[in-house]
């Protein structure tokens, strides 16, 4: 799977595996992140600084001609209604949607030279808590749940020059959720909630979006794809 890529988040927990995931076959990588993180030194990885949570980001650093593009920033705020504040949805919202409107707007152009033979590819990241109505979610589906919304319209607007997609995961061993994963305990009774009883690893969720970047999911867009132990299908 050859071409230029853009990541953003791409220097921690399931970013960074993507990144990790692409280096193989990717001809370039430009990777958006607030630091380093586990990021090393490679010839086809280049980094620049962002935080999506501010304005007049500067996307002049990317090639002229992208062929893919993953939208990794996230929150996991999760506190009961009557505990959450309106800055809580509005900051949820701004890293989760309007981080991901802003990537997706910085990188359109050469998005659109990157549709040649095969259509240039979108990925973004939703939640279980979007389809499943989980307790204490109320932010976090919110802003996520515009996520799936902006994975249609826009698979609808942009077809058939670009495909847009969308992963929903479960609870992933990521240092993002870190604090669900402080003891064995916690982990063992994490990974018990789910039918193949283990929560998710950051490969689950990086193979995934590897598959909608590749000419393999060439007749699929507007999809939200459940990666998530077969939580949002099974009761065992």
């Avoid at 359109?108 to 990157?114: D, I, M, R, S």
């Amino acid at each position: 799977m050859s071409g230029n890529f853009v990541v953003a988040g791409g220097s921690k927990g399931i970013g960074l595996e993507v990144v990790n995931q692409l280096i193989p076959s990717a001809d370039r990588i430009d990777v958006f992140s607030r630091s380093q993180g586990g990021l090393t030194g490679h010839e086809k990885v280049f980094r620049h600084d962002m935080d999506f949570t501010e304005n007049d980001l500067d996307f002049s650093g990317i090639p002229d001609i992208v062929n893919g593009v993953v939208y990794c920033p996230g929150t996991i705020n999760l506190r009961s209604f009557r505990a959450l504040k309106p800055h809580d949805f509005v900051s949820d919202f701004e890293v989760n949607l309007v981080g991901a409107v802003k990537f997706l707007q910085g990188c359109l152009t050469a998005l659109k030279k990157g549709a040649g033979d095969q259509p240039a590819s979108v990925v973004l990241y939703s939640t279980v808590a979007v389809s499943q109505g989980l307790s204490m979610h109320a932010s976090v589906a919110a802003a996520k749940g515009a996520v799936e919304g902006l994975t249609r319209s826009l698979a609808a607007e942009w077809a058939p020059k670009i495909r847009v997609n969308c992963i929903a995961p479960a609870l992933t061993d990521t240092p993002l959720a870190s604090r669900f994963f402080s003891s064995p305990e916690n982990r063992q009774a994490m990974a018990l909630k789910y039918p193949l009883g283990r929560t998710g690893v950051p490969a689950d969720l990086a193979s995934t979006a590897r598959f909608l970047l590749s000419s393999e999911s060439s007749w699929m867009t507007g999809q939200v794809l459940a990666v998530d132990g077969g939580m949002s299908t099974l009761r065992s």
